[in-house]
């Protein structure tokens, strides 16, 4: 197992613990908009796709789907133990998108607090996790694609993440 993948099932469970599903940005944030604009080096657009039995689902049952990106780095020797996470990382910013079922949303990379990249070391990576909103059950009902990366190898591409109900994928 590779480094970067062992940090994968740590990674979830911190963003997990921490409470994903509950933050969303705040209006006039700029960390994540619905347009195809590349203003910045930590920009990217993700793009969902559903199975045909998870898209009449989620319709069916009125059920959104979030788009989350946490962006995070290695720590740097002169961090101390209040700037780095549960598993040692520094938490650079988080930002979400909501739809109201696949589409292509668009982030801008303006969630990545600048201030906060003094304490890293090496690049900002990304993990993007996408599931649904919880409006009509309170568990996700979906399984998707990940995407866990130095967020330079993301920016200006849109990344394409699949998803489909957890009973399909068990």
């Known amino acids: 197992m590779t480094k970067r993948r062992a940090r994968l099932p740590c990674l979830v469970l911190a963003i997990v613990v921490s409470g994903c599903g509950g933050y969303t940005p ?22 969902v796709s559903l199975s045909g039995p998870a898209e009449r689902k989620l319709r069916a049952d009125g059920e959104s789907v979030v788009v989350s990106v946490s962006y995070y780095s290695g720590a740097a020797k002169g961090a101390g133990p209040h700037d780095v996470n549960d598993v040692g990382l520094v938490d650079l910013g988080r930002a979400e998108v909501t739809l109201d079922g696949a589409g292509t949303v668009a982030f801008d990379g ?18 993007i996790s996408v599931f649904s909103g919880r409006r009509s059950s309170p568990d996700n009902l979906l399984s998707c694609d ?25």
């Open 146 to 170: 990940t995407y866990q990366e130095e967020v330079r190898r993301a920016s200006g591409k849109t990344l394409r993440l699949s998803c489909g109900l957890l009973s399909e994928r068990e």
């Open 110 to 127: 303006r969630a990545v607090q600048q201030d906060r990249l003094r304490l890293t070391k090496g690049e900002p990576e990304a993990l």
């Open 26 to 47: 705040a209006v006039g944030e700029g960390a994540a908009r619905r347009t195809d604009a590349w203003p910045g080096k930590y920009a990217f657009n993700v793009t």
